[in-house]
């Protein structure tokens, strides 16, 4: 008996797996045409480059921190978002990496792009495994079961997220897990797989952990109320179970969430401010859907009267219903969403709810045809198709969905009478659906964001051979490890990753929040792009590129815009490398220490010359340091007007030309304002001298809600600042010159800090005077902890958002060591959690026994 289980089961993954190759084809086949199954937006700038940067990390034993993540961070931390213990993708770098201990070859990017289908496939494959264990469950119908978990596996939102975002496909496994959990406990079965479900997503991915155990608390929530058997555990056992459970579950999940929750609460992004519609028709659900797929098979159930005399399907009925209205309000997509910008990402629940109304309306198909309720069912759907078309003119109708869904309508209404045997209808449906995931996945591919392309990959605008070439030159020159290249492929910020270099851009939702404070609020560093979640390039700001150990800058030959002090190093076809070596050191100690506060509202060029002179620390006490102001003469408007605070350009461009008495000896003009666009429909470019910068439009969910903008441009008499037609708020102008005698200065000062930093720990000699600080350009987290010959001393932040600590007189030994915060408590935390559980199961067995 035992054998034949196994052999069924075996069978059954087979069919899956041969189902989702099916499903595939489209990609499969796109692949020898050189297309990738991956979005040319986020696919390419973060799910790619991450695999490869994790396992890359992974195998050369760097867990939690890396020097070239950015300027250096927690990447534990600050990509559990994504990757570091997600659960699908872990085990292929163990497969990756022993396959490459046993056949030599180096993972790099295009192998990662090849694994794209294969990984895609298999994690569908355990997507329908589980659905179909949770729907025989509540239904106990295995054959309608397989049916219903394959429209769930197979369904649009798998393909549209895993070629945009796939981590968020992992959903669509962890509901019907969680789900499954819940039924056992209702039900008066064990808590296991509750425990583990919970354990293991907060685990994955902690962003979907939110979303999936508010899933699981909503599905509860309805089934203490609405039975599906008669023996279920009563209520108040139920939260018992739930609550131990769960608590259970996040004590083992603890060295992973943890840090993970704690990086999210140290992340700078903008609260949402847009007014949310009440109702937003923003999807085509029947014929072009995005997310949300109501296929014809399952819409004609919704008219079945006889159906709704099972009470399963009328519970599951009732939760599509309101499913699908949820899924027009936008609210509910923010509430899902942390209570941020609406988003579509927990549909899952919805195409579950219709797998199981298909399970239970396939095991009653052999009454259908003594009934007229289905023949009345397909004209009625019918007519709705036509009236949803009619509300929602705007949007694109798929010809392919609509095609088959009519033959499959056809079908039913011709041979319904015929008694249909369950196969013939099942047959139907399936073929149906995987029809329908090519169509959508060509659509995908046509239309929106589109795939990417190897040719793309491999072109200027991603990773060309010119610029990877260029960017090993600058990597065999660099004068020491610690230095970095400032180059990034336009709005591709995790170009570091990419191209294998120590930068200083880098692209995820959550990052280092004191960072991006320093960058967005407290010294303004332009971009060249808003956005969030992200910060890239030094913006031309020399002290800046000095203190970060930015020996090479490099941008296309067409760039006009060049730091003071970088000369040519090399050239080729399109694009310029720039090298300046006179850089201050990773480690630096000083005795002049700058009041934070007494900066705040000092021009950011006070803000770098106190950085270069001493160190700013909440404790500091000497004020800000003089710079000068430069003074402007005459200002003169063209083509645009001032009215009532607002500037005005009402032809394609206007222009401010700030005529200035600038002394010959400034290099470098830094130039403040606050500049934001008033109802601006689309992003805009500023333009100040040669230096050209973009901004988001109004209402961008991508903005970062910072508009004070200092710009550095080469010294001029004169300063034009250039914007397109529009509406703006333009102020608080004020200019102000460097002439880098401070840089000079401080890098004459003998260093005194003999330190190497190798990714998560530093190490090495100092000597001190009393009053002295240690001054780093590592970032600051609260992950580091440092020891002063062998005692524990507090790290401290300084310079806004750095590692410093103070010294006492003398010749010390230093040591800096990073984990993510909290690890070695939560990791016993988990350790002590697991021994619980296994004490419990096993006192469980002996009771029973």
Do not use: C
């Amino acid at each position: 008996m035992f054998q034949k289980r196994k052999a069924s089961l075996v069978i059954m993954l087979f069919s899956m797996m041969a189902f989702s190759i099916i499903a595939h084809l489209f990609f499969i086949i796109m692949w020898q045409q050189g297309f990738v199954m991956k979005g040319i937006n986020d696919g390419l700038s973060q799910m790619l480059p991450f695999k490869q940067f994790i396992y890359d990390k992974y195998v050369a034993g760097d867990f939690f921190y890396a020097a070239d993540f950015g300027l250096g961070g927690g990447f534990f931390s600050s990509i559990a978002y994504y990757f570091t213990t997600n659960l699908f993708f872990l085990p292929w770098v163990l497969l990756t990496w022993l396959a490459s201990m046993l056949i030599g070859f180096t993972p790099n990017f295009e192998y990662w792009a090849a694994l794209v289908i294969p990984m895609s496939i298999v994690k569908q494959t355990a997507v329908f495994y589980v659905a179909y264990l949770f729907l025989r469950k509540v239904t106990n119908m295995p054959r309608g079961a397989y049916v219903g978990a394959a429209v769930y596996a197979l369904s649009p939102f798998f393909f549209r997220h895993e070629v945009y975002w796939d981590i968020l496909t992992d959903s669509l496994f962890w509901v019907p897990l969680m789900l499954l959990g819940i039924e056992k406990i209702i039900r008066k079965e064990s808590s296991l797989l509750f425990i583990l479900a919970v354990a293991l997503v907060m685990i994955s991915n902690f962003y979907l952990s939110y979303m999936t155990l508010l899933i699981g608390a909503i599905y509860a929530i309805a089934r203490m109320f609405y039975h599906f058997t008669e023996n279920e555990q009563p209520v108040k056992k139920q939260l018992w179970r739930y609550i131990g459970g769960g608590v259970l579950a996040a004590g083992i999940a603890s060295f992973a969430f943890i840090p993970a929750a704690y990086s999210f609460i140290g992340n700078v992004r903008p609260p949402y401010k847009d007014a949310i519609k009440l109702f937003d028709i923003n999807d085509d659900i029947f014929t072009n859907p995005r997310v949300l797929w109501v296929p014809v098979f399952i819409f004609v159930l919704f008219f079945v009267k006889e159906l709704y005399q099972h009470r399963l399907f009328r519970f599951f009925a009732v939760l599509s219903i309101v499913g699908i209205i949820a899924h027009f309000i936008p609210y509910v997509g923010s509430m899902f969403n942390g209570f941020s910008a609406p988003q579509q990402r927990w549909e899952s629940i919805i195409i579950l709810s219709f797998g199981a109304m298909l399970a239970i309306a396939l095991n009653s198909a052999s009454y259908w045809h003594f009934k007229r309720w289905p023949l009345i069912a397909a004209i009625l759907s019918i007519m709705t198709l036509f009236l949803y078309k009619w509300l929602s003119p705007d949007h694109a109708i798929s010809n392919g969905l609509i095609i088959i869904s009519l033959l499959w309508l056809a079908f039913f209404i011709v041979f319904y009478y015929r008694k249909w045997a369950f196969k013939w209808l099942a047959v139907s449906i399936v073929i149906v659906v995987l029809i329908a995931a090519n169509i959508f996945s060509a659509n995908l591919a046509n239309g929106g964001e589109g795939v990417a392309t190897k040719s793309f990959i491999y072109s200027q605008a991603y990773h060309a051979h010119e610029q990877e070439n260029l960017v090993q030159w600058m990597q065999q020159q660099l004068t020491s490890t610690d230095n970095r290249i400032d180059w990034l492929v336009p709005t591709r910020n995790n170009t570091p990753m990419v191209q294998d270099f120590k930068g200083t851009s880098v692209y995820s939702s959550i990052l280092n929040g004191d960072l991006l404070h320093f960058y967005l609020r407290d010294l303004q560093i332009d971009m060249g792009r808003e956005s969030v979640s992200r910060y890239g390039t030094l913006g031309n700001r020399t002290n800046l590129m000095a203190l970060e150990q930015v020996q090479f800058y490099m941008r296309p030959s067409s760039d006009e815009s060049v730091p003071y002090g970088y000369e040519l190093a090399k050239q080729t076809t399109n694009y310029r490398a720039y090298e300046n070596t006179d850089l201050l050191p990773v480690f630096r100690v000083t005795n002049e220490s700058y009041n934070e506060q007494a900066l705040e509202k000092a021009p950011v060029l006070a803000k770098e010359q106190a950085m270069l002179k001493g160190v700013i620390r909440e404790a500091g006490t000497i004020t800000a340091p003089e710079v000068a102001t430069i003074p402007i003469k005459q200002t003169k408007v063209e083509g645009a007007t001032w009215l009532n605070n607002e500037l005005i350009v009402d032809g394609e461009s206007g222009h401010i030309q700030l005529t200035l008495d600038t002394p010959k000896r400034m290099k470098t003009l830094y130039v403040q304002m606050h500049i934001e666009g008033i109802k601006h429909p689309t992003g805009f470019t500023l333009q100040v001298n040669e230096y050209k910068t973009t901004r988001k439009k109004s209402n961008s969910i991508y903005r970062t809600g910072f508009n004070d903008v200092t710009v550095a441009v080469n010294a001029a008499k004169t300063v034009t600042i250039t914007l397109p037609k529009g509406h703006y708020q333009l102020g608080d102008l004020a200019i102000y010159g460097e002439d880098y005698q401070t840089l000079d200065k401080a890098l004459e000062r003998k260093n005194t800090a003999q330190m190497i930093w190798d990714d998560g720990k530093a190490f090495g000699e100092v000597t001190a005077q009393d009053g002295d600080v240690l001054a780093t350009s590592i970032p600051y987290g609260k992950g580091w902890r440092a020891t002063v010959d062998g005692k524990k001393v507090a790290v401290e932040k300084v310079n806004y958002a750095f590692v410093g600590i103070p010294l006492e007189k003398g010749k010390h030994t230093v040591e800096f060591t990073y984990l993510p915060p909290y690890w070695p408590i939560a990791a016993w935390l988990s350790i002590l959690s697991v021994l619980v559980l296994l004490v419990l199961r096993i006192y469980k067995a002996k009771k029973m026994n």
